[in-house]
């Protein structure tokens, strides 16, 4: 039978964990956003060999899924670091690696793809009115950048880059697979006490949705904000 | 005040600008006229780095560079001493009207907030927007965007502004507007250097007329020198182009 109050002290149970998947999932936001800038910036360089690589790289990222290159990440990077480390004659055990650390990586470098194509599009839609505007005026170059080319590319890239975090939120729940428990995998974990699976994911379906609205609807408001002035 | 010697720019290798000099005096209107394509934008873009010339000198307020080994810091200095009015406006385009003649007071010259604030306002007033301070350049016509570019130019305190052709992406009935704020300017004794297809505005405001055609200055004066005693073949081609096209 479908108990309510069951779905109710699920709930209790899944908020608990929403700081700490929000967490995760602003940190792979920050870091897929500074890797995809790193990204642009070298294939806008054009450098021959590294820009093939990339481009290689770029098309392994969007042809796997992200729960195959989990699990990669999650057997290659201790051993990678554990190696790494050796060299430097500093001891680590491989199995001691926080999988949240795992979590972070795989996730960092997947969605880092696609924060560089937001990037990208963003700064194509920068005027070159605007610099030189910028310049006829004496900003120096760090100035230019840091008034006039972030705050417009930023305002472009925002919607977008909101989009990946929902879905950086979401795609989150493949974690449970390496022992990382986010909001899904708290789901699981509390049904599985209480043998009330559908109970458990209805209250994690309630959780991700509400956290969705409401984020969707404060960066509206930003958004809003930013694009006064904009037609 | 200002002056170029031999000024030389190439795109591509074919020669935009081809030995230029040029003075222009303290307070001075100099409007450069002549055919599309000769180069005056150009030569305008060169006086505040927007381009690079290939050779030459110049000298602005103090300042003594040579364009063939020009730094990036000296490059810096010449567009500190100079503002621009350009074609299409530029108005920083997430900024209000009033920020947009604050930001670059802050940003380059550090004033305070209230300082810049202070300053602007009385520039948006001297060209008549003192009613749309808070206005987004999309709010506003383009003879008013022009306006607040005037005014941004204004309040750096520039030793020269370069307006480059600062009516021709107006409609007809916005040009008289701009034009009344660009004599303000000159009334006021900025120098100035301008680029336009206004005969009859440039008769009247311009202290010097500088004829340029294919790269070179084909001739320069005093308004009444060139307009109604050239004996230029070229300008005096020009010239008739252009009243025919009027009348």
Known sequence: ?231 | MLSLRNLKLSFDGSQVLDDINLDVKKGEVVTLIGPSGTGKTSLLRCINLLERPDSGFISLGGLDYDYSRISKKEALNLRRKTAMVFQQYNLFKNKTAIENVMDAQMVVQKKSRKEAYEKSMQELKRVGLEAKVDAYPSQLSGGQQQRVSIARALAVEPEVILFDEPTSALDPELVGEVLKSIEEVAKSGMTIMLVTHEMSFARDISDKIVFMDKGRIAESGTPEEIFSQSTNTRTQQFLNKFYTAVH
């Open chain 1, 1 to 231: 039978m479908f108990d309510i109050m069951t779905v109710f002290e699920s709930l209790i149970e899944i908020i608990r964990v929403v700081p700490k998947t929000l967490l995760l999932a602003l940190i792979i936001l920050l870091l897929s956003f500074m890797l995809g800038a790193v990204l642009t910036y070298i294939q806008s360089l054009n450098i021959p060999v590294i820009k093939q690589i990339l481009d290689v790289l770029q098309s392994f990222l969007r042809g796997t899924p992200n729960v195959v290159l989990l699990y990669l990440v999650y057997y290659s990077l201790p051993l990678a670091i554990s190696y790494f480390l050796s060299l430097f004659g500093v001891p680590f055990d491989p199995a001691s690696l926080n999988s949240a650390a795992v979590v972070i990586v795989t996730f960092s470098i997947c969605y880092s793809v696609f924060q560089s194509e937001i990037i990208r599009g963003a700064l194509h839609s920068l005027d070159k009115d605007q610099i030189e505007a910028a310049q006829s005026l004496g900003y120096s170059t760090t100035q230019t950048l840091r008034k006039v080319i972030v705050p417009q590319v930023m305002t472009e890239a925002l919607p977008d880059t909101m989009n990946a975090f929902l879905i950086i939120i979401k795609a989150l729940s493949l974690a449970f697979l390496v022992t990382v428990v986010d909001i899904f995998a708290q789901a699981r974990l509390v049904g599985a006490q209480t043998f009330s699976y559908l109970e458990a994911f209805v209250a994690a379906a309630l959780v991700y949705w509400a956290i969705c609205g409401l984020l969707t609807y404060l960066m509206n408001k930003v958004e809003n904000r930013m694009r006064r002035g904009y037609v």
